[in-house]
């Protein structure tokens, strides 16, 4: 059974189909990649995923849970963690506290317990911590630890995003335009780093991505979308050369 | 530029990173106790009055600074905890239970309307507080026999154990009694800093959709956090009514309100420190205006006929600080400190980045 389900998702805003019945599954530890030209509902997919927006219709199934109407902030607890495609770090905050919000969906204490910072509470935030270790030693963070995010430099935020949604400790992780803005150097290794989550974390990885590159080099799988449709789906090679594809992204071809 | 070498993870668990840090602390609250044989009466009255300010300040600072949600209304939260307080005490309830219950009552008030307030962010949820504060300020001049209406009630004079905390009887050791009370909330309020209740009211002031993508939930994160943020203000309005004495619902005006939002403002957005420096701003500019008032007079200026000049200066100092300085006075605090521990290797331009403002400060 797949890790992830989704069959025939739509959303309409208004008279705008944005994702018009959409269906793909994607199997545990496998590098998913969804591609198509700006606008075509790649990221709108994962926000219905993250459950950010409430679908019109179809349905998504992850690890034989009906997620279709859970609430956007259960879907962490599950096992499903994200990246945004605008980095939205937690400005006013330390990578380490960002990494450490991460741990959320894990935390054993409640405020009372908390504000009395009772002897539980420095137990697991010492688990946490290192839990969060592990993050910054995979990913190289550990010149950044104390440092603000609002004056770190846009590419270490992009891995910090990452980082916080890898604390989650998901089975699924989402990473909206993990490339975008960044240099050939950083992108190679965030390519690495995706082969390293598979391959080291057994985790299942689903990307929105524009570059080709990197698409070839790390997915199983790709899937093009136009318009809010399935154009494609196999591997990047088969894809690529999709008459459909071309036309989508190129405007000739298919149609002449 | 001190470097702490951490041998664990604890050292940053820890409230004070280094030792000196904990004995500034200590050296401060020492003097604090034994601040009334240094000083007399009046300057006594007036540092319990900062004690109070900073106790409302910091119940304000969760919502706004750490929050991100800005309240017009806390002043309606001060009248709550007053005259629950009183009207508890006045039930023969010992002061030690029906000071906890009176902060309890406003938490709980403040967190039920948090529910479908927290729905709204930035100027309507002021405007919606704003309202709140309307609303009570009507209710306290109709419940007559609690409040007293707009005759106003007496305070009840504090006991605990036979010694007698009556802030005209034994001011000293009512000034004790609110140090306590301020050192205990300081206390429990930077553990939730430090904690992950702290830090999901940091992500959803910061990204309430990745808070939500993190699993936290942002509706009840913020209803909690208003219910606090209105129970420690509601702490601050026993203690204010047992310090004025007398009052009556003027007491809580709009202004009081405003002076709240100024202290966490020009505190510093986000520190508990901030609530500190702000409220002994704001109790203490009006003195030294007084002090500045009479001094004129002996050169022969007299400003006493001027109406609003208070206004006028608090008016500036405010405007001042938004435009120069939106970290606040802590803010700017850690700005000089920055300069000479690096000394002389500061740079002009080294805070440039910075200076981003809260999502507390922007309009969404």
């Known amino acids: ?256 | 530029m001190r470097v702490v070498f951490k041998t664990s993870y604890d050292r940053d668990i820890d409230l004070h990173e280094h030792g000196r840090s904990r004995a500034r602390i200590a050296v401060l609250l020492a003097i604090m106790i034994v601040l009334p044989f240094l000083v007399g009466d009046y300057y006594l009255a007036e540092a319990t009055n900062t004690l109070i300010w900073a106790l409302a300040g910091m119940g304000l600072m969760v919502a706004v600074g750490h929050t991100g949600q800005v309240s017009l209304g806390h002043a309606a939260f001060l009248a709550i905890g007053a005259y629950a307080d009183s009207a508890l005490m006045n039930t023969g309830l010992p002061f030690l239970v029906s000071f906890p219950l009176a902060g309890l009552v406003t938490g709980l008030f403040g967190a039920l309307i948090a529910v479908p307030a927290v729905r709204m962010s930035g100027i309507y949820l002021a405007i919606a507080t704003l309202a709140v504060f309307v609303i009570v300020e009507e209710l306290v001049i109709m419940l007559e026999p609690i409040t007293g209406g707009v005759g106003g009630i007496m305070a009840p004079s504090i006991s605990i154990l036979g010694l007698t905390f009556d802030r005209y009887a034994a001011l000293d050791h009512f000034y004790w009694l609110c140090l306590a009370v301020v050192a205990l909330v300081t206390w429990g309020y930077a553990n939730l800093m430090r904690s992950p209740t702290g830090r999901s009211f940091l992500a959803v002031r910061d990204s309430e959709v990745s808070a939500r993508a993190l699993g936290i939930n942002v509706t009840r994160t913020r209803a909690l956090a208003f219910g606090l943020s209105s129970g420690v203000t509601g702490l601050a309005g026993a203690l204010m009514g047992h310090y004025i004495g007398f009052f009556n619902y003027e007491l809580f005006s709009i202004f009081i309100s405003i002076n709240l939002l100024l202290v966490v403002t020009i505190g510093g957005l986000g520190f508990i420190q901030g609530a500190f420096l702000g409220a002994i701003l704001i109790t203490a500019v009006p003195q030294l205006i007084a002090i500045l008032r009479d001094n004129l007079v002996a050169v022969g200026v007299d400003l006493s006929g001027v109406p609003g000049l208070d206004t006028m200066i608090f008016s500036l100092i405010l405007i001042c600080f938004i435009i120069y300085e939106p970290t606040g006075l802590y803010g700017r605090w850690l700005k000089i400190r920055t300069w000479f521990e690096v000394f002389p290797l500061a740079r002009r331009d080294m805070f440039r980045r910075q200076k981003s403002y809260l999502k507390t400060e922007r309009m969404k």
Request: aromatic share 6%; charged share 25%; net charge negative.
């Open chain 1, 1 to 256: 059974m797949s890790l992830l389900e989704v069959e025939d998702l739509a959303i309409h805003f208004g008279g705008v189909k944005a994702v018009d019945g959409v269906s793909f599954s994607v199997e545990k530890g496998e590098v998913f990649a969804i591609i198509g030209p700006n606008g075509a509902g790649k990221s709108t997919i994962f926000n219905l995923i993250s459950r950010i927006y409430q679908s019109t219709l179809g349905r998504i199934q992850f690890d034989g849970q009906d997620i279709t109407a859970s609430r956007a902030h259960d879907i962490a607890g599950l096992g499903i963690a994200r990246t945004f495609q605008n980095i939205e770090l937690f400005d006013h905050s330390t990578v380490l506290d960002n990494l450490l919000m991460g741990r959320h969906t894990h935390r054993r204490t409640n405020f009372v317990q908390d504000i009395l910072f009772l002897p539980k509470v420095r137990r697991e935030e010492r688990q946490h911590r290192r839990r969060v270790e592990q993050v910054i030693e995979f990913l190289e963070l550990e010149a950044y630890r104390k440092k603000m995010i609002a004056g770190l430099p846009y590419g270490v935020r992009k891995v910090v995003e990452i980082g916080r949604a890898l604390a989650t400790g998901p089975k699924l992780i989402l990473l909206d335009e993990p490339a975008s803005g960044l240099s050939v150097e950083e992108t190679r290794d965030v390519a690495f780093w995706i082969e390293d989550m598979r391959r080291d974390m057994g985790l299942t990885v689903l990307m929105v991505e524009h570059d080709m590159s990197l698409v070839n080099q790390v997915s199983d799988r790709v899937m093009a979308v136009a318009n809010g449709r399935t154009l494609a789906m196999g591997t990047p090679a088969e894809v690529q050369a999709h008459p459909d594809v071309m036309a989508a992204y190129l405007g000739t071809g298919a149609a002449a």
